[in-house]
Every structure is written in C-alpha cells, then in structure tokens.
C-alpha cells in the first residue's frame, strides 16, 4: 500500500505491524499566513513533510484560480515561534 501522510512516524509505525508499505504520498497542504507558523512548528519538532522545498523554503499548493500559497522560511517561522 501507499500511505497518504505527512507524517513519518505512521510510515514507521504501520511498518511496525508487519504491514507493506510501497511509500509514502505527501498531502499538499497550503501553507497560508494563518498557519505557517503551526506547520512549522510539526515540520522542525515532529519531522511532518509538507510538499517541496526548494532553497530553505517553503512552497506548496497553486490554487485553482492560479495564485499561489505564502512562502515562509523555515527559519522565520521558528524565530517569530522562539519570541
């Protein structure tokens, strides 16, 4: 099977109940002002994968009416979570 996630602890832990696991397919999540920091937050501490990363940052969806999500550098994010 593949398992549709963003987190890698499940991969690990349904791989611990003797199941096949193929991969992993992320879901795209659109990072938005409101909740960049949020997922920020699971990307450094839980390891969760949000779509591609390209140079440092952040990218994701591309709505339906062609504008695209915030971009946010991991490292904003964490110190705005730190002050």
Known sequence: MK???NNPAKYVGLKGYGLTVAGRVPLLTPITTENKR??????????????????????????SNGKSTVEAAPSDAASKSNS
């Open 3 to 5: 398992l549709m996630t």
């Open 38 to 63: 949020y997922l920020e937050t699971k990307r450094a501490k839980m390891g969760h994968v949000y779509g591609v990363e390209f140079n440092g940052r952040l990218s994701n969806l591309i709505y």
